[in-house]
């Protein structure tokens, strides 16, 4: 089948006598303690005490780092461990430190407590994503101890900045700081690897591709005059007539090549084909997880922000609109294309934020070894491949040639609405979600 591996694969070597998940739960709840929300303006607290936390836990297990500050409190973290000698091509291994904001009246619990409770982690960064960080810090400071050094050398990266776009973060990093990841051929980081539940099967949704990101400015430019008079160049009904028409636009179906392998895997387990007319039948096989899956069928605008005028009985000679705009790896000239169109001629647009589109091989060592890391802890599921509707750091390091994809393995429950704890009230990672995944990123790292 396309995009599954059988249960054959999942054999593998005897693990050493050392726990990779001993420290798991604790370090979780440590991480989600250290406030590091984001609040996108330089107003937040940094990543400074957390950065100064990570490196304590690697010095500890004699693993030294290089910190890197460009921006005052917005800290980052840079080490290299391992190898053997016998290869040269190192693994990237990265994970934002920083945090959405949390509005703690929403919440049942202090959204910086890390609770434990009811087999729950608690707190912001349970999921999105300490939960990452802590699998790593645990995985590595276990082997650091047993002495079960991989084979493979890695560079871990701990980065800040990466819930506003990375412009405090990785951005600088691989522009000004390259000469860290020398070496490093491919990387894992964030948001893949967990499960969704369909057809009663597990399948674990390893991501190898992520949307372009156009956070646009539109102005409509006309003449101002008084509230009282008829006025045929009116900027606040140009601008919201093209607002209305990007946010009613409904985008053609289009399936990428990971997209087509992921529902190749759902329509064989659904006894049927996929074609992009039922495309949007089998994501919604996938249940809640439909919300961010039913996002990369297509391009997308959504218009986020509205600002004219300043008196009711003025016609301001302006009016402006910001739209958040993902686009499809392969269909960039398309979206600003349509994107012309729909803002008309007395609309234009300028760009708040532009990033890239990528898409990787479902293939290779990074696949095969992931694939075969989750077999061996639970057999009977399946792996594929997955477009993600948002951006990550992986989009910086892709630019220094890396080959990326999402790996942070969660075995979740069927009834749990994972996506919706991304930046939501009461995130949360289930505790044995957790030691799940340090081990199977342990085996990984024997793997890959």
């Not at 040269?88 to 409770?117: I, T």
């Not at 912001?124 to 990452?132: C, E, L, N, P």
């Not at 008084?226 to 990007?246: C, F, K, Q, W």
């Amino acid at each position: 089948m396309t995009g599954m591996t059988s249960p054959s694969a999942a054999s593998g070597p005897d693990r050493p006598a050392y726990d990779p998940a001993g420290e798991v739960v604790g370090l979780t709840s440590e991480l989600i303690r250290i406030d590091t929300s984001n609040y996108g303006d330089g107003s937040g607290p940094g990543e400074r005490k957390a950065a100064e936390y990570v490196a304590a836990l690697l010095d500890e297990v004699g693993i030294g780092c290089e910190v890197v500050e460009d921006h005052p409190g917005r800290t980052q973290i840079v080490a290299r461990w391992g190898g053997d000698g016998s290869r040269d091509d190192a693994l990237l291994v990265h994970g934002h430190l920083d945090v959405v904001p949390a509005e703690a009246a929403d919440w049942q619990v202090d959204p910086f407590s890390g609770d434990v409770r009811d087999g729950y982690v608690w707190g912001r960064g349970a999921v999105d994503m300490k939960d990452f960080d802590a699998m790593l810090l645990s995985v590595v400071r276990a082997r650091a101890r047993a002495g079960a050094t991989p084979g493979r050398p890695l560079v871990l990266c701990f980065t800040a900045d990466e819930e506003a776009g990375g412009s405090q973060g990785a951005l600088p990093l691989y522009r000004d700081h390259a000469e860290l990841f020398d070496g490093c051929t491919e990387a894992v980081g964030e948001v893949g690897g967990f499960s969704v539940t369909v057809r009663g099967r597990r399948l674990y949704l390893l991501e190898s591709a992520e949307k372009g990101m156009a956070w646009m400015r539109l102005t409509a430019r006309g003449r101002a005059g008084h509230g009282s008079m008829l006025n045929d160049d009116n900027p606040v009904t140009a601008l919201a007539e093209a607002v209305a028409r990007i946010g009613r636009h409904e985008w053609p179906v289009r399936l990428t090549p990971t997209m087509e392998v992921l529902l190749a895997t759902v329509a064989e387990l659904a006894g049927t084909e996929a074609t992009p007319d039922n495309a949007e039948a089998l994501v919604a096989e996938f249940g809640g997880a439909a919300r961010m899956l039913g996002a990369v069928l297509r391009n997308t605008i959504n218009p986020t922000m509205l600002g004219a005028g300043y008196k009711v009985n003025v016609i301001p000679s302006e009016a402006t609109a910001h739209v958040d705009g993902r686009f499809l790896p392969g269909y960039e000239d398309e979206f600003y294309a349509t994107l012309a169109e729909l803002c008309g001629d007395q609309v234009d647009y300028d760009f708040v934020t532009s990033e890239p589109a990528w898409e990787m091989p479902y293939a290779g060592r990074v696949v095969e070894a992931a694939t075969r890391s989750v077999l061996a802890e639970d057999p009977e599921a399946l792996v594929a491949p997955y477009l993600m509707s948002g951006g990550t750091d992986a989009k910086y390091f892709t630019r220094l040639g890396i080959q990326t994809y999402g790996f942070a393995p969660l075995r979740l429950p069927d009834d749990l609405d994972f996506t919706a704890l991304f930046h939501g009230v009461d995130e949360r990672v289930p505790v044995d979600a957790l030691e799940f995944g340090a081990r199977v990123f342990d085996r990984f790292l024997d793997e890959v």
